[in-house]
């Protein structure tokens, strides 16, 4: 970006974009109403990610996943990375004489279409909307559109912030964040933890979010539709932490709501099975009231395609925390909201802690099954 960045050389660190595997941004290909150095509101840029086909290394995460959709997380990266790069152009990180970190704090969208290996090359258009300092720290937003030669792929808005290590070390989470209790007659017809499956569908340890099912009662939660809790220890190893962000790890956010999104396809997996896609039960292991322990699921859910979000369906999500490689634990929980047998449609809400801390909420996610 010119002379004026050069003293992040080495005097001192600037915020990054994620680098591969997690690099979902190509090039830019046009900047329009932008002046450098000068942080306002109206600027426009169109960013383009090419989705490698099939056999391509660099679209691991189709393989990953077990599905041929683009997971939300990466769906998500390529439409959020281009605000990382616009923020960086306009020259963000010159306003302050103290180090400052990016991260993005919530936004709302909706998706139109797929995206499978067979999409080309996805075309975003980033403008940014608002920009605020107050104490140090620099608030952006943002509007974003996704596209390709079909049409428009994903529509929405986010907001982003500029903070200082201080800042986030003092972050306290979503602080009315109302965690569902679930009453001790749900606890009686909870299913037995068990851990979260390895096979297909459901995606393979490089992209698995959740470790451990701790808490399924099918017929819990406030509308009775169901309540799913999952956990992840916090590997400080993790393939993330090296690419998301250069010299400041941080979980990414996009992977935590993957964590949601794959508690909704267990909760599918139940709610969705045929009789012959039952659990597969362990005779050898009963809890203390003699109900059989769940293992996994028959092998034919292993044709099954997920899809989430719901092609039309608006969903919304807030940060006000991170995930950092010194934490323990995190743990999620998902409370359904809607539920269509016939069409194989679940919407819910949740939220994601770590080590006590509630720091990410989800709204009105949804997912669907065409087995």
Request: some cysteine.
């Amino acid at each position: 970006f010119g002379d004026k960045y050069k003293i992040f050389d080495k005097q001192r660190k600037i915020a990054r974009l994620p680098r591969p595997p997690f690099q979902f941004l190509d090039r830019i290909v046009s900047i329009e109403n932008c002046e450098q150095w000068k942080l306002a509101a109206g600027g426009v840029i169109e960013a383009e990610y090419d989705v490698p086909p099939v056999g391509d290394e660099r679209g691991w995460y189709f393989a990953s996943n077990r599905q041929n959709e683009m997971p939300f997380a990466v769906l998500l990266e390529a439409a959020l990375q281009p605000c990382g790069w616009l923020a960086a152009y306009l020259g963000s990180a010159l306003t302050s004489d103290t180090d400052l970190r990016f991260r993005n704090l919530g936004g709302s969208a909706t998706q139109f279409l797929p995206v499978t290996p067979e999409t080309g090359t996805l075309t975003t258009t980033i403008k940014i909307t608002r920009v605020s300092q107050s104490g140090g720290m620099i608030i952006q937003n943002y509007d974003m559109s996704m596209r390709d030669s079909r049409g428009e792929i994903y529509r929405g808005d986010t907001y982003f912030g500029f903070f200082s290590a201080d800042a986030l070390r003092d972050q306290v989470g979503i602080r009315d964040a109302k965690l569902y209790a679930p009453s001790p007659d749900e606890q009686r017809r909870a299913l037995p933890a068990f851990d979260y499956p390895d096979a297909a569908p459901f995606p393979d340890a490089n992209f698995r979010m959740i470790d451990r099912i701790e808490r399924f009662i099918p017929d819990g939660g406030p509308h009775g539709l169901g309540f799913i809790e999952g956990t992840m220890r916090v590997n400080p190893a993790a393939w993330f932490f090296e690419a998301h962000f250069y010299e400041d790890p941080v979980v990414p956010g996009s992977l935590g709501l993957e964590s949601f999104i794959q508690l909704l396809k267990v909760v599918a997996a139940e709610k969705f099975q045929v009789p012959s896609s039952k659990f597969q039960v362990d005779t050898a292991a009963s809890d203390a009231g003699g109900r059989s322990l769940p293992s996994t699921w028959n092998l034919k859910l292993g044709t099954w395609n997920f899809s989430s979000p719901v092609l039309g369906r608006k969903h919304t999500w807030v940060y006000r925390g991170q995930v950092v490689p010194v934490d323990s634990l995190v743990t999620v929980q998902a409370v359904v909201t809607e539920i269509n047998i016939v069409d194989r449609f679940i919407k819910a809400d949740g939220f994601l802690s770590v080590d006590g801390r509630t720091i990410y909420q989800m709204k009105d996610f949804t997912l669907s099954i065409d087995p």
